[in-house]
Every structure is written in structure tokens, then in C-alpha cells.
């Protein structure tokens, strides 16, 4: 008896050291340490390398940050300036944010001149400019308080859907990503905005075209691929048009899971398809990524957000 105790007790003293010499073999594995893609990482990332993009600004706003307090901040939004309507919109938001986290309105130099210019876009659409100008020239007027005819723009996106209910930049068939900012924008005039002539089969045919358009693994496809940006502003739009709480929470959840299939594997954040490098992150993908998930934490998109807290502080 007493020769079988010796024996487990030396069988087990040899599993213990072979386990601990393995624990710290995989722990010293360098394709096992994959950094997390969560929120709270990617703002640490941009904390220390600096914001680039006004989408990274918009995703730390969302995530209840101040990034005026970021490096990089000031230099980024200078380089908004422009005359392309894309650029104006951009910084025009980029200046909403700022202004709703304590920066001086004085500090945009262009900021009323380019609200203008955005206002007579918005009130006088034509086939000349892109979808892209019009989508994001309104969330840029509608989180800055300006009072402007917004039936023009809304005929326009109704002129401009396609028989399928998405909408895309060229072409007959919709792009989930271009059918989902158009869906956000949508919900937007269909909130604040009280004609009697809304049709409201324009919104409810592009969220039924996003909804046909999710992949079984809960991701998006546009241009032929699955890829983060499209899931992330297919989510982002879901969550804009639904309750995070009601009974569509299932699609919600679906595809919010779906985005770890783009976790970088060797950098903080996300990459864009499974046709890139997957070890290093876009930051595109990873803004967009950011941005999606602080809308689901909110329960909803970051415009409606900017637009009550602007309204909220200003109420003009």
C-alpha cells in the first residue's frame, strides 16, 4: 500500500512540473498573445499614438470620451479643412464634438461658412454631387442645431433608392455599407422631422435590404467580401433603427459577435477581411469597429447622441 502512495505521489509531483514548464512555454508563445479588441484597448492605442481620422474622433466621442484631450487632436482637425462637401461635412462634425466637449466655436475658422455651404447643398441637391455628400453633409447640419428644409434632401434619398431598398454610389444594386449610413440618416428625418408625405416604406426597405444581406456568421458583405467596416455600420444601423432591448436584439447580437472574426491577431483593433493581413489592424475597420460598439453600449448611433447633447447644450 505503502509503495502504491509513493508512486502516485511521484507520478503526481512529474504532472505538476510538466504542466508548469508547458504553462509557461505557451505563455512565452508569441502567436498566443493576441491583444484584446475591445473598446477600452483601442482608446488606449489612440491616447498613445494620436488620433488620425475624424472617424476616430467620432469613436471616441461615442465612447463617452473627450478627444479634444487626445494628441493629435488640433492638427487633425486643421487638415479637415477644404472645399470638397465630404471634407466640409467632416470637419463640421469633427467641430461639433469639439464644441460639445468645451472648445471654443471660435477656434473653426470655417465652421459657420462651411454649415452654409452644407445647408445650401442639402436644400438644393443635384445629380452632380455623391451620395456620400449628401448622407454626411445632413448628420453634419442635424447635430449642429441649424434649421434648414430638409425635404429636399429626403426626396433625394427617395429619388435615389434603388428597386432592391439599398442604396449605393454607383450602380443598380444597393452596398450594405452605403444603405446603412443612408438608413441612419433616414431614421434621423423620420425622428425630428414631421412631413406628412415621410414615406416610410423608404426606411423600412433598406433595413429589410440590410437584413437580407447578413451572411450566416453574422457578418456583412460589400464588394465581394465580408469584412469589419461593413458589419460594423450594418450594426451600427440595426441599432439606430431597433432597441437594443427588443425583441430584434437577436440580429443586434448576431452580428455585434460576428466583428471578433476581425480581432488583429498582433495589434489592437481590427482588420478589414480575411484578404488582408490579419495580423495587423486598419484603421478604418477599427475606428468604424469602435464606433459600432459604443452604439450598441448606448443603444443608439452616435448622431442621434451628438444631436441631443448638441441640442441639449445649445438648443438652437
Do not use: H, R
Not at 412631413?195 to 440590410?210: R, T
Not at 450594418?234 to 441599432?239: E, H, K, Q, T, Y
Not at 448576431?254 to 495589434?267: R, T
Amino acid at each position: 500500500m505503502k509503495k502504491i502512495i509513493s508512486v502516485i505521489l511521484i507520478l503526481s509531483f512529474v504532472l505538476f512540473i510538466f504542466a508548469s514548464c508547458k504553462s509557461e512555454e505557451d505563455t512565452n508563445e508569441p502567436d498566443d498573445i493576441i491583444p484584446s479588441g475591445e473598446l477600452s484597448d483601442i482608446l488606449e492605442k489612440y491616447k498613445t499614438n494620436g488620433l488620425t481620422s475624424w472617424w476616430e474622433v467620432v469613436a471616441v466621442y461615442n465612447a463617452g470620451e473627450n478627444p479634444v484631450e487626445y494628441k493629435g487632436f488640433e492638427d487633425l482637425y486643421l487638415s479637415l479643412e477644404g472645399t470638397a462637401n465630404l471634407k466640409m461635412a467632416s470637419y463640421v462634425i469633427v467641430a461639433n464634438i469639439a464644441i460639445v466637449k468645451g472648445m471654443d466655436k471660435n477656434k473653426f475658422d470655417k465652421y459657420e461658412e462651411y454649415k452654409t455651404s452644407l445647408k445650401n447643398l442639402l436644400e438644393n441637391p443635384t445629380d452632380k454631387n455623391t451620395l456620400n455628400d449628401y448622407i454626411f453633409g445632413y448628420l453634419a447640419l442635424k447635430c449642429s442645431g441649424v434649421n434648414f428644409d430638409e425635404s429636399k434632401v429626403l426626396l433625394y434619398f427617395i429619388d435615389v433608392q434603388k428597386d432592391d431598398g439599398g442604396f449605393v454610389l454607383s450602380g443598380d444594386s444597393g452596398d450594405v455599407d452605403m444603405t446603412a449610413f443612408t438608413v441612419i440618416a433616414l431614421k434621423l428625418l423620420e425622428n425630428f422631422f414631421f412631413y406628412d408625405y415621410f414615406d416610410i416604406s423608404v426606411l423600412e426597405n433598406a433595413v429589410n435590404f440590410l437584413e437580407s444581406n447578413i451572411n450566416e456568421n453574422g457578418t456583412f458583405t460589400s464588394y465581394g467580401s465580408q469584412n469589419a467596416n461593413s458589419t460594423a455600420c450594418a450594426l451600427s444601423a440595426l441599432v439606430q433603427y431597433y432597441s437594443v432591448y427588443g425583441e430584434y436584439q437577436e440580429i443586434l447580437l448576431k452580428a455585434s459577435d460576428a466583428l471578433a472574426l476581425f480581432v488583429a491577431k498582433k495589434d489592437v483593433g481590427y482588420f478589414y477581411s480575411e484578404k488582408n493581413n490579419t495580423d495587423k489592424a486598419d484603421s478604418l475597420a477599427t475606428a468604424q469597429v469602435a464606433i459600432a460598439l459604443g452604439d450598441l453600449t448606448n443603444g443608439t448611433s452616435v448622431w442621434e447622441k451628438l444631436y441631443y447633447e448638441y441640442k441639449g447644450k445649445f438648443g438652437d
